[in-house]
């Protein structure tokens, strides 16, 4: 017979390997069944909770120096720490590389098993759990020492400071008793042979490297139990700071140490290292990801910007320098700067595709829009021209190029996409008199700007607000683009373009300054046409719609008064505008059609302004 010893080593590498390779369902309720002159080997082969470890014993008999399942049928007696099924699938979720007991094929490993199964086994006494005492130090068949604890329950604690609970207690054979507990432990010998193998928690793993000190100093100071929740199921994805990075960060930011940091702040810097799922280097694509940072407007989480261009860089600051550093729940790359919490400026530097907004932006060292955009106090929308929009940007009408960023930014609010719906926002442009310009908003297919830029990528979330990346450049528009894109004006749009009219498109379109703008526009939706018995042509229709434009003047909302006669119409009818007392505005034409209401205001374009009616109005066709 081989040796006894040397049988009990291979066979706890053996019972190792069984329980990781084994997946069955863990019941800790089955009892085990006992016959009369059951020894331990027999006991287990009838429990079903410990299928596993019956197979762990003999997968490492397949090693010819391990005979683990004859020495534990023999006199004995033997105390065993039994894991069950469960705990042998949590080894083998730890163990990287490992899919299944069939990957411990070969003697080595075989051997490593039997090391971890005869860490379970006590020779030569049955040890009752009424025998344990507080703080006793048990020495195994494999050489090594468990220290007991019996204050909450009978505990084994391992050479990891890893905990095993007995869960069924003095299970009494013929050749020994066993103690079912609910996790494999693992002896000094076995981690060192597993190092790199044997996958820890990322909390764990960030205590085990000593250049990421400073980062676990930080997550124990941080709210939200950092330091639990990274050791929990996750999946996560780290990215972690080396202790040179938390170093530079600190001087950077005028932190003499790290509890200057304010700990709100310091815990949402933390979790923008966080991003849910395991992301290997192999997995990382250049695009934007959620990092678990909630310092978005309203709580949204923050966007991260991975660019695989050249490496692994987050947000244009921090590099991977290590990558794939696998942990139980999830996987760790080490980098070498602090990734703080990126405003819309940072984002639009660290994206190579926004390169000539930024440029834009910045032209002879103009600081109006990185000053505007890095404003922590009001939340912004904007809309980010791609490098490609730039590129066949012609600026037909030559209109300022800073007029024409404004209106790309809507300042006061952070609209998500789920958010935003067919309606007008003001943006930070301007017309002549100071009228903030409007922007249309159309969600009918994607997400359209005044019907020619089209969002390509949505909801880039920053601390003070959310960018979303559009194909076109947004020039200032004209009365006309507000009627072309918003599809209650279809009706108003086929009148103005009817065969036979003047060209209203070009007349309207005037520049601002030039003669007869800027316009003032009372634009009848389509429910208004849709109550015209008729819709007129020719000369008529021509009238008609002269006579809902004002030449010369940008009258908005706020220059109406009760009783108020306006300048005439291009027709040469004026409309008179009466306030009831709730504010509500209603026109009377010039045919004295009255109580025309005015259902939307003040839709601003560069070179006048729109206000919708709900009535089609008619000149007086007498004079």
Same mark, same amino acid.
């Given at each position: ?14 019972? %190792?390997?069984? +329980? ?50 004859? #020495? ?52 030569? #006494? ?6 344990? @005492?507080? &703080?006793?130090?048990?020495?195994? %068949? ?28 003095? /299970?009494? @054979? ?90 709100? /702040?310091?815990?949402?810097? %933390? ?76 984002? *639009? ?63 006061? *609010? ?10 007008? +926002? ?7 008199? &100071? ?20 969002? #390509? ?11 979303? *990346? ?72 021509? *009238? ?67 206000? #919708? ?11």
């Amino acid at each position: 017979m081989k040796n006894l010893g040397k049988i009990l080593k291979s066979t706890a590498m053996v019972m %190792l390997l069984v +329980f990781a390779a084994s997946c069955s369902d863990d019941d800790n309720d089955d009892p085990v069944i006992i016959v009369e002159e059951d020894n331990i080997v027999e006991a287990a082969q009838k429990t079903s909770s410990l299928s596993s470890l019956v197979s762990a014993l003999t997968k490492a008999d397949e090693s010819a120096n391990n005979d683990l399942i004859t #020495a534990l049928s023999s006199e004995g007696p033997f105390t065993v720490l039994a894991p069950t099924n469960d705990a042998f699938a949590s080894l083998l979720a730890r163990l990287d590389g490992f899919d299944s007991l069939d990957d411990f094929n070969n003697e080595q490993l075989q051997d490593l098993l039997a090391t971890i199964l005869k860490y379970h086994v006590v020779s030569g #006494a049955a040890v009752s759990s009424g025998d344990l @005492t507080e &703080g006793q130090t048990i020495t195994t %068949l494999q050489g090594e020492t468990l220290t007991v604890s019996i204050a909450n329950g009978v505990i084994f604690t391992d050479a990891a400071d890893e905990m095993a609970t007995v869960t069924t207690a003095d /299970v009494e @054979t013929e050749n020994g008793i066993v103690h079912i507990i609910d996790k494999v432990l693992i002896p000094q010998e076995a981690l060192d042979a597993l190092s790199g193998v044997l996958l820890t928690s990322i909390t764990d793993l960030a205590i085990s490297v000593p250049s990421l000190s400073i980062l676990v100093e930080a997550l124990v100071a941080a709210d939200g139990e950092l330091p639990t929740v990274l050791a929990g199921e996750g999946p996560f994805t780290v990215f972690a700071p080396t202790n040179d990075a938390f170093a530079a960060f600190l001087e950077a930011n005028d932190f003499a140490a790290l509890s200057d940091i304010p700990t709100d /702040v310091l815990t949402q810097v %933390l979790l923008n290292h966080v991003v849910s799922g395991t992301n290997l280097s192999t997995d990382l694509a250049t695009g934007y990801v959620s990092s678990l940072s909630t310092a978005g407007p309203d709580d949204a989480n923050l966007s991260m910007f991975i660019n695989i261009e050249d490496g692994v860089l987050i947000n244009g600051v921090s590099t991977v320098t290590a990558a794939d550093n696998k942990a139980i729940n999830g996987v760790v790359h080490i980098v070498d700067a602090v990734i703080g919490l990126p405003n819309i400026v940072d984002h *639009a530097i660290a994206n190579p595709n926004l390169t000539s907004l930024v440029g834009a932006l910045t032209t002879d060292g103009n600081t109006i829009f990185t000053t505007l955009l890095s404003d922590s106090e009001t939340d912004f929308t904007v809309f980010a021209p791609l490098n490609s929009a730039f590129d066949n940007f012609t600026n037909p009408s030559d209109n300022d190029i800073n007029s024409i960023l404004a209106n790309h930014v809507i300042s006061g *609010a952070a609209a998500n996409a789920a958010s935003l719906s067919n309606t007008y +926002f003001n943006t930070a442009a301007t017309n002549v008199d &100071g009228d903030n310009l409007s922007i249309y908003v159309n969600v009918d297919d994607g997400v359209t700007l005044n019907g020619t830029s089209t969002v #390509a990528a949505a909801d880039i979330v920053a601390t003070n607000g959310i960018i979303h *990346a559009v194909d076109m450049v947004i020039d200032l528009p004209s009365v006309v683009t507000f009627a072309t894109a918003d599809p209650n004006f279809s009706s108003l749009v086929g009148a103005l373009t009817a065969e036979g009219q003047p060209d209203f498109v070009s007349i309207l379109s005037t520049d601002t300054g030039t003669d007869p703008a800027p316009f003032t526009v009372f634009a009848p939706t389509n429910g208004a046409f849709a109550e015209l018995a008729a819709v007129p042509s020719g000369d008529v229709l021509t *009238a008609v719609l002269n006579h809902h434009v004002i030449a010369g003047a940008n009258i908005v909302s706020g220059d109406l008064t009760n009783g108020l006669v306006s300048p005439a119409t291009l027709e040469g009818d004026t409309l008179t505008f009466t306030i009831d007392g709730d504010g509500n505005v209603t026109i009377t034409d010039g045919s004295g059609n009255s109580e025309i209401g005015i259902i939307a205001v003040d839709v601003q374009a560069n070179n006048g302004v729109i206000h #919708a009616i709900d009535t089609v109005m008619i000149p007086d066709t007498t004079n």
